[in-house]
């Protein structure tokens, strides 16, 4: 019953004959043959699966955005516009800029991995928000590539970044934006919604409470491709009106749970730096098209890089059920391992942030075995208030990794507040850090490991932050963690 209706590369598709299950990247294969969108990993590193949708709702107006297929189930491309590297050039059959900047550049070799990296460039190509380097690099960074090394692709994207030539896709960016469409498609495989009001949500929730809640998918996608598992009703929030960051009555920021970490980032560049830090190395550019602010959250792992800095930020998240809203520190929304306080037919809604403070000093770090595209062994989040007598006033320090759910350190933000702001004090806060926390050791890191990571980020933000009270991420490539050799090597701008 119902059917999954969409655009591809340019022609309008009805799909009948699929599941609820079925991968866009395994349909585009096997079902409409257009095999130049590869498989490689299946879970969202390589980007050989790479594809373009267009996001009518993206904050700096319409654009195309590449996302990864492998772990985008079908039926949440209903009602968009997807293009594949087939449906690039034109009938004339020149190249699209991405695929010419590719030839010019010299960028290809075994060319497997190259629909990837031209769908990637091709989203570099409308971009309307480009201003810094370190862009070109995260636009990238979820595309690898064993033959060129990466440098003729980085002159390529660097050649068609933002110069919007006036084609089609062009057009289709300019058009007016259709609405995101119902869905209703029920299969003898599962069934799967997009409601476009709560009402309808809340019907479907209450039908099927076995309901899993997506949008981005991009967890549940693995589930999927490396796990082998089917879900039976499967409810996407996308169609909702919760996507957007918007300043809060009485300051601070309203996050909608629907809101994409590309959005996020863009959003929180100078207005939340912490936020910012986390996701300059959260994921992959074609992750964080898809991936939301309420997905990371709701998953509810302890290794979740939002968590500790919003934690430490003092938000608030806000629930949704048919009766209404309900807020509850985001402290208290995570009760155990992946299971957060959302009843029975209940949503995350939104997070609110209240604003950082004009005495505030606030930083996030992540710490992982590699820069780029790597689950962090230990994440924090931490904020102090420091009066005028430079005594601290207050001090929230979120984590990650250390324990069953991503929590707050009582004892080390106790052990600051009423002390002057100094090293000797947050080395004691990292001494009482021990009794916060017993991390259990796995392969990302030992117990040992993680508690030693810990308790130096807690001894480093006092140095960071002494003479920059909200410090930004260096604009060159770098991690979260910056350890100057050179003074010139800090950002400046922006920060305070």
């Known amino acids: 019953m119902g059917t ?3 655009h591809l590369n340019g022609e309008a598709v009805t799909v009948t004959d699929a599941t609820p299950n079925t991968t866009l990247l395994d349909w585009l294969r096997r079902d409409a043959r257009l095999t130049g969108t590869k498989e490689g990993c299946a879970e969202g590193d390589c980007g050989a699966c790479t594809v373009a949708v267009l996001d009518a709702e993206a904050p700096e107006g319409p654009t195309w955005r590449a996302i990864n297929s492998c772990l985008v189930l079908l039926p949440l491309v209903h009602g ?3 293009v594949t590297v087939e449906g690039l050039a034109p009938r004339t059959g020149a190249l699209h800029p991405a695929q010419q900047a590719m030839v010019d550049t010299l960028g290809s070799q075994c060319g497997y991995c190259t629909p ?3 769908m990637s460039l091709f989203e570099a190509t409308y971009r309307q928000d480009l201003r810094s380097p370190w862009q070109l690099d995260d ?6 590539c ?7 692709i980085r002159d390529a994207a660097t050649q068609v970044a933002g110069t919007r030539p006036a084609d089609g896709f062009s057009a289709a960016m300019a058009a007016p934006a259709a609405e995101q469409p119902a869905l209703r498609w029920v299969t003898e495989a599962g069934e ?3 409601p476009t009001d709560f009402d309808a949500l809340f019907d479907v929730l209450d039908r099927r409470p076995d309901a899993r809640l997506i949008c981005g998918a991009t967890d549940l996608g693995l589930d999927v491709t490396k796990q082998g598992k089917r879900f039976e009703c499967l409810v996407s929030l996308q169609g909702l009106p919760l996507r957007g960051v918007t300043l809060a009555p009485g300051g601070g920021w309203r996050i909608g749970a629907t809101t994409r970490l590309s959005d996020l980032e863009l959003a929180t560049e100078h207005a939340l730096p912490p936020v910012a830090r986390m996701l300059r190395f959260f994921g992959s550019r074609q992750i964080k098209n898809r991936a939301t602010v309420g997905g990371n959250l709701c998953n509810a792992s302890p290794i979740g890089d939002l968590a500790p800095v919003l934690l430490s930020l003092g938000a608030v998240a806000v629930i949704r059920g048919r009766a209404g809203e309900r807020r509850l520190p985001l402290a208290d929304f995570f009760v155990a391992y992946r299971k957060t306080a959302l009843a029975a037919g209940e949503i995350l809604a939104a997070v609110e942030v209240p604003p950082l403070g004009a005495d505030a000093k606030a930083s996030a770090y992540k710490v992982s075995k590699r820069r780029e595209m790597d689950i962090s062994a230990v994440a924090c989040g931490l904020w102090v208030a420091v009066d005028a007598q430079q005594t601290i006033t207050a001090a929230r320090f979120g984590f990650g990794g250390m324990a069953a759910t991503p929590a707050r350190a ?3 933000e106790a052990a600051v507040v009423g002390q002057p702001f100094s090293a000797a004090t947050f080395a004691a806060a990292a001494d009482a850090l021990r009794s916060d926390f017993t991390p259990l050791s796995d392969h990302r890191g030992s117990a040992w490991y993680r508690m030693t990571v810990a308790t130096n980020l807690l001894k480093g933000f006092f140095h960071e932050v ?3 009270a909200v410090p930004l991420l260096a604009a060159r490539p770098s991690g979260t963690l910056l350890t100057p050799d050179d003074p010139a090597d800090l950002p400046t701008e922006g920060a305070r």
């Open 4 to 6: 999954v209706q969409f």
């Open 80 to 82: 968009q516009r997807v």
């Open 116 to 118: 990837g990296v031209v």
């Open 139 to 144: 636009q990238l960074s979820g595309n690898l």
């Open 146 to 152: 064993r033959c060129t090394g990466y440098r003729p």
């Open 192 to 194: 799967a919604h997009i």
């Open 410 to 412: 009582p004892a080390a």
């Open 466 to 468: 002494r003479e920059t």
